[in-house]
């Protein structure tokens, strides 16, 4: 018989498990791939524009590209790259406004579940319906619509997962533990006073300190157990992204049959995506089993009630609507200036995470477009480059927590150092730009360093989102995770702020023909982040946490 804990455990990890596939298999490969395919079906060459692309396919295995293609989409031309960056902008942008609405319902628990299942499997049967839609249909842009549903999907339903993730954390054995010998040792230090104020005023000078619950003794057991939820919130996520990967992974490894089989043709990736979504509905299925529902009645306790209008709840007039406005309406309240200024070290980790997120995820859709359009490298080897970047950030995830134990840094100096590394893959596409590199090694002109800078990139990307959770965890108030909906606003900062990179590189590649200039704005962008980063005091940013209590004032409507 599993306990409550180990139910609610599993339930979590089947929900990773399940949705970081779509994330591997489609978000980063697939999709952007399949997106450009279609256009280039329906596209014609530049700058002509009266032959069809579709009629020079025999060209894509020849060394060089087959030519910049255009489709027509509306009144517009676009590069046929550009189509599947701006509608990858389109729902990261739809993303963002559907997190932030639903923000207040992930962090009610007799509703969080119910979110979650409805997303994931709207998601997922988004990505089923690939695959009976052909390029060649009339209705291939319907494509369009497919992806941003199933890319809304994924990410709304993240927050409810990740509005689990501190409740989880409590939960766990270690940290009730660790948090129950220091409640009774702070209940020992009260007794203690109190017993002392009986014995004639003898120790009257000492009472103060005998009194505060600051004593060292109880003080080291309060950072002990801040120390223990810090790291089991962050060994549960990073456990959750590891078992995502390698089933991603896996699935990889499964669509390069096909793939192969049919050397690259639209069905093969379509297929791909189609087993992505089944992957995803079919484990989400424990989730459903194992995850907590809740209770109308019985909220966590006074401290998590904050957010909710209990008689309401009580009297079963809970209201979607309400809770959506009240959403926003809390999101406004939290982005007051008297509000950041109290968590302004929290809110300068969400600038630099803004630019960050943003920068990482659009390179990695960016090096595959790249990779396809001007390296003119075929569908099966963009596969195995998908199969070594999470392979290598498994690898990555393991050697830097082993570098810090042995030097000392702290997970700041850790995310500033991936921080440089990681800048050093766009630098490097801009090398391609000198003449003399044209045709040989270096600058990223030729196919054999694609699969180079993907084991390096994806040795950074593993450990630097693993680090990003674990630094950002260090500001939140406690108690107030969920409440505040900070795991919100991580949400809303991290995959749903990644709408202006891929926009700007659209824009890029249509007004310059050639993609690779992109990557002087990827510099750019990482660059941004640096000094942000840098400035963030983390002792005061975790006493302002400590000490935050925010108020709703007149934000419930």
């Given at each position: 018989?599993?306990?409550?804990f180990r139910?609610?455990?599993y ?5 990773a ?12 490969l697939?999709?952007?791939i399949?997106?450009?395919q279609f ?6 060459l ?5 032959e ?10 020849e060394?060089?590209?087959?030519g910049?293609?255009v ?7 676009i590069?046929?790259?550009s189509?599947s960056?701006?509608?990858?902008s389109?729902s ?14 992930a ?8 979110l ?9 049967l988004?990505?089923?319906f690939?695959?009976?839609l ?8 319907l494509s369009?619509?497919l992806?941003?549903?199933?890319n809304?999907?994924?990410g709304?339903?993240v927050?409810?997962?990740n ?6 954390a409590?939960?766990s054995?270690e940290v009730?533990?660790?948090?129950a010998s220091?409640?009774n040792?702070e ?5 203690l006073?109190?017993e002392t ?9 000492d009472?103060p ?8 003794a109880?003080q080291?057991?309060k ?7 810090s790291?089991?919130?962050s060994r549960?996520s990073s ?9 991603g ?9 096909p793939?192969t ?10 297929l ?5 979504g ?14 907590p ?6 909220l ?35 982005l007051?200036?008297?509000e950041?200024?109290?968590l ?10 803004f ?12 090096a595959i477009?790249?990779a396809?359009t001007?390296?003119?490298i075929?569908s ?6 998908g199969?070594?970047?999470p392979s290598?950030?498994i ?11 042995r030097y000392g ?5 850790i995310?500033l150092?991936l ?8 630098a490097?596409?801009?090398l ?7 045709g ?9 360093e ?17 680090y ?18 900070v ?7 991290d995959?749903?702020s990644?709408f202006i ?9 249509d007004?310059?023909?050639n993609?690779?200039y992109?990557?002087f ?6 660059w941004?982040?640096v000094p ?7 002792e ?12 709703l ?5």
């Amino acid at each position: 018989m599993l306990s409550q804990f180990r139910k609610k455990y599993y339930g979590w990890l089947s929900y990773a498990f399940a949705s970081e596939v779509f994330v591997i298999v489609s978000l980063t490969l697939f999709l952007p791939i399949c997106l450009e395919q279609f256009a280039r079906d329906n596209g014609y060459l530049y700058p002509a524009k009266t032959e069809r692309c579709s009629t020079i396919v025999s060209k894509l295995n020849e060394d060089s590209p087959p030519g910049r293609c255009v489709v027509k989409i509306g009144w517009f031309w676009i590069d046929s790259a550009s189509f599947s960056l701006y509608v990858f902008s389109a729902s990261v942008l739809l993303q963002a406004l559907t997190v932030i609405s639903v923000g207040g319902i992930a962090d009610h628990p007799p509703h969080r579940k119910i979110l979650l299942l409805t997303c994931a499997w709207a998601g997922a049967l988004a990505a089923t319906f690939f695959l009976p839609l052909s390029s060649n249909s009339p209705f291939w842009f319907l494509s369009a619509l497919l992806a941003v549903i199933a890319n809304v999907g994924f990410g709304t339903s993240v927050v409810a997962m990740n509005a689990y993730l501190p409740s989880l954390a409590k939960e766990s054995p270690e940290v009730v533990k660790a948090y129950a010998s220091f409640r009774n040792a702070e209940g020992s230090v009260s007794v203690l006073g109190t017993e002392t104020d009986d014995n004639n005023g003898h120790e009257a000078i000492d009472q103060p300190l005998i009194h505060r619950p600051t004593t060292q003794a109880v003080q080291n057991l309060k950072s002990q157990y801040e120390d223990e939820l810090s790291r089991t919130t962050s060994r549960i996520s990073s456990f959750g992204i590891a078992l995502g990967y390698g089933a991603g992974i896996f699935l990889l490894f499964v669509a390069l049959i096909p793939v192969t089989i049919m050397k690259g043709a639209t069905f093969s990736l379509r297929l791909a995506i189609f087993l992505s979504g089944i992957w995803w509905a079919v484990f989400t299925i424990p989730a459903l089993i194992w995850l907590p529902s809740g209770q109308n009645n019985a909220l966590i306790d006074d401290e998590d009630a904050v957010w909710v209008d209990v008689e309401t709840v009580a009297a079963g007039k809970w209201s979607l609507w309400k809770e959506v406005v009240a959403a926003w309406q809390r999101l406004g309240g939290m982005l007051k200036w008297s509000e950041i200024k109290r968590l302004r070290n929290t809110f300068k980790f969400l600038a630099a995470w803004f630019l960050l997120s943003d920068a990482f995820t659009t390179i990695t859709g960016t090096a595959i477009l790249f990779a396809k359009t001007v390296l003119n490298i075929e569908s099966s080897s963009l596969i195995v480059i998908g199969i070594i970047v999470p392979s290598s950030g498994i690898l990555g995830s393991l050697f830097w927590p082993r570098m810090q134990r042995r030097y000392g840094w702290s997970n700041q100096r850790i995310l500033l150092i991936l921080l440089v590394l990681a800048s050093l893959v766009p630098a490097y596409g801009c090398l391609g730009f000198i003449s003399f590199l044209q045709g040989r090694i270096g600058g990223l002109t030729t196919k054999g360093e694609m699969f180079g800078l993907a084991i390096y990139f994806g040795f950074v990307l593993g450990a630097f989102n693993g680090y990003a959770r674990a630094f950002y965890a260090e500001f939140l108030p406690p108690g107030e995770e969920a409440r505040w909906y900070v795991y919100g606003l991580f949400s809303i900062t991290d995959k749903s702020s990644s709408f202006i990179g891929p926009l700007i590189v659209g824009l890029i590649s249509d007004l310059t023909g050639n993609i690779r200039y992109a990557f002087f704005f990827l510099v750019v962008m990482i660059w941004l982040a640096v000094p942000i980063l840098m400035s963030v005091d983390v002792e005061r940013g975790r006493k302002d946490a400590q000490s935050y209590r925010y108020s709703l004032m007149n934000v419930t409507p």
